[in-house]
């Protein structure tokens, strides 16, 4: 009994050791430390103020924060990637929902228990719109979204900075920024750890959610079906455009609620350019690669990579050295694993290697 | 009179908007023909922006700028060449996790080498000298326009029709189209694969990595964190518009720069730069829709799951 049990771990801790995930995080940490050190830092203290920051005093607090964009913008590009489409828009949507959002909170009057939802659902409405229109172009005009999608984030961009500059300007302060989102619309905090967001919940329940939706609905199956192979899909009877126009809707609006967060519940401003600075849609991209697209995995990749940053600002102010060290981690670990392992967007991990891996296991 | 000076002054500020693009749709161009997906070319190229200030810096030279925008260029392209074609992994992963890399890294050493944040200026920075050629540069309207530039700008003009020559006229050409069009037929004749490969996305590196040096040393004289905005993009756009074909890509970099162009005068009119500033991107996407078919290849490529 205490034989198989010791086996049981053996084996888990063996399959973890050999996880090409393990070896490129691994890889990458090496590789910043390096970075580190030739740039005239010490690895060693920036790597203990890394993770310091990222679980002690408020850190906590500021790592759970940060998880919503990340975890929520990962999530959005999970549900494209798992039906085969390449939606490098999430910046776009999450931008132009973001300020209608904004736009929203602060214009509409009303208790917050109506004005916080309405907001949300704003957010959500215009993501989505933007997220359609590539959609279309694939379906009807035959354009790649990946290109389109892409392209789309700089109008997105301009569009904003236009109505933020010239019809929503506070001339009270010398920033380029709406006015603030008055008390009464911002996202509430829950009183747990100093105060985290509400929006925590909204993300936790998306993630249940869309664990079921692909665990349990003809939805969920035709969408990763179509995935796999769409020729074949096609084939299968399901309608492909479809289903591609409905995951563009999805990720938009998930994307666009994800930016309303980010100023009705943490800046309380649009300020312009400020929500793309911290490029929460391309580490939620990097998240979803490394989880496989799955919504449990993700959650806790974006976790981690959320605690990574946070470390990161804190290694800025403590060690000084770049926080962007965070983003240079987190970009080397997906190339490694993408030269390790071969992850491709739709599928799983290659068959290949978990057939080999059952049978060393086999072995033993 | 006054008008004539004007119209110049936008054709001389297209050909500057319109090297930079030129330089990395040229190189795309090349991995285009080799069969290898290249997508990387907006970071290469903030690389390669990077890199050239730091060598011209170091070495109060702008030679130096140039030969370090071209080796950062090819060290990314040398990952990318790794992942796709040694370890088969997906190109498209690659290129989106190259671009980001680029994109972290060159935020991370700003800061970290020369300690500044945002924008990096200096008198040692050395740029590249606006170089007249005798005689040409003479001839009215187009002299000053064509002939009165930084060498980059030459090197890409003369890239195109050397290209055309290498591609569709040398034995080296054929065997990379080849290696694109019909990878078996080309290992069964003895071409590997494998070193053509490698060859195009390395000198793709080169290429926009050029593209970054003639940004940060040839436009203007400094470092802004993310530079390239968009041009990588607007280059893969480009090499698919202009069918890969040199002169194809030339017309559609020239496409983009002059809206580029007319982006800046309208912004001296008066346009607000957030319009102006879109304006390459929208005329990009139409010409996306016009030239639809164009990009069949990459769709496929995108939805074969």
Known sequence: MLERVLNEVGDMSRRAVRSPVTFSLLFAFALAAAIVAVTGGDPLAAGGEMFTGAVTGSGLRNTLGRSVPIIGMALAVSIAFRSGIINLGGEGQMVIGGLAGTIVAIYVPGPGYVIVPLAMLAGAVVGAV?????????????????????????????????????????????????????????????????????????????????????????????????????????????????????????????????????????ALRFIDGELVLAGFAWTGLLVSLLAVNRPIPIFITGMFFSALQIGGLAMQRNAGVSWRLSQVLQAVVIVAVACRLAIRRGERPSTEVSDAESAAVGEV | MFEQILDAALFDSATRAMIPILLAALGGMICERAGVFQ???????????????????????????????????????????????????????????????????????????????????????????????????????????????????????????????????????????????????????????????????????????????????????????????????????????????????????ALFALAEALGF?????????????????????????????????????????
Do not use: C
Request: without cysteine; charged residues 10%; hydrophobic residues 55%.
């Open chain 1, 130 to 266: 933007w997220g359609l229109l590539p959609a279309y172009g694939q379906t009807w005009l035959r354009l790649p979204i990946l290109i389109t999608s892409l392209l789309l984030n700089y109008v997105a961009r301009a569009i904003t900075g236009y109505l933020v500059r010239f019809q929503l300007l506070d001339d009270a302060v010398t920033l380029t920024s709406t006015r603030q989102v008055p008390e009464t619309a911002r996202m509430p905090k829950m009183p747990i750890f100093g105060g985290v967001s509400l929006s925590l919940i909204l993300v936790i329940v998306l993630v249940a959610l869309l664990w079921m939706v692909y665990a349990r609905s003809v939805a969920g199956y035709e969408s990763q079906m179509t995935g796999f192979n769409m020729r074949s899909a096609r084939y299968g009877g399901i309608d492909v455009e479809q289903r591609t126009v409905q995951v563009m809707v999805v990720a938009g609006a998930i994307g666009g609620l994800i930016g309303t967060h980010l100023i009705i519940g943490e």
């Open chain 2, 39 to 253: 997508i990387a070319l907006e970071g290469i190229m903030l690389a390669g922006a990077f890199a050239a200030v730091a060598g011209s810096y170091l070495a109060i030279s702008w030679t130096l700028g140039v030969v370090f925008g071209i080796a950062a260029g090819m060290l990314i392209s040398l990952a990318l060449a790794y992942g796709t074609v040694t370890r088969r992994g997906d190109p498209i992963v690659l290129g989106i996790a190259l671009n980001l890399l680029a994109m972290g890294l060159t935020g991370f050493l700003l800061p970290q080498l020369f300690d500044v944040r945002g924008v990096f200026q200096h008198p040692r920075i050395d740029g590249l000298d606006r170089i007249a050629i005798p005689v040409l540069s003479d001839i009215p309207w187009i002299g000053p326009v064509l002939f009165d530039n930084t060498i980059l700008t030459y090197v890409a003009l003369l890239l195109v029709p050397a290209l055309w020559v290498f591609l569709f006229r040398t034995p080296v050409g054929l065997r990379l189209r080849g290696v694109g069009e019909r990878p078996l037929a080309a290992e069964t004749l003895g071409v590997s694969p494998t070193v053509y490969k490698y060859g195009a996305v390395l000198a793709s590196g080169a290429l926009a990595g050029l593209a970054g040096a003639q940004l940060s040393l040839g436009n203007v004289v400094q470092f802004a964190e993310n530079m390239s905005s968009g041009r990588g993009w607007v280059a893969v756009v480009a090499v698919m518009l202009g069918r890969a074909h040199p002169v194809g890509v030339l017309a559609a970099a």
């Open chain 2, 265 to 305: 005068r309208f912004q001296g009119n008066g346009l607000p730069v957030q319009i102006t500033d879109a304006l390459p991107f929208v005329v990009t996407l139409l010409a996306l829709i016009i030239a639809r078919k164009r990009f069949a290849r990459l769709l496929d490529l995108t939805t074969a799951g």
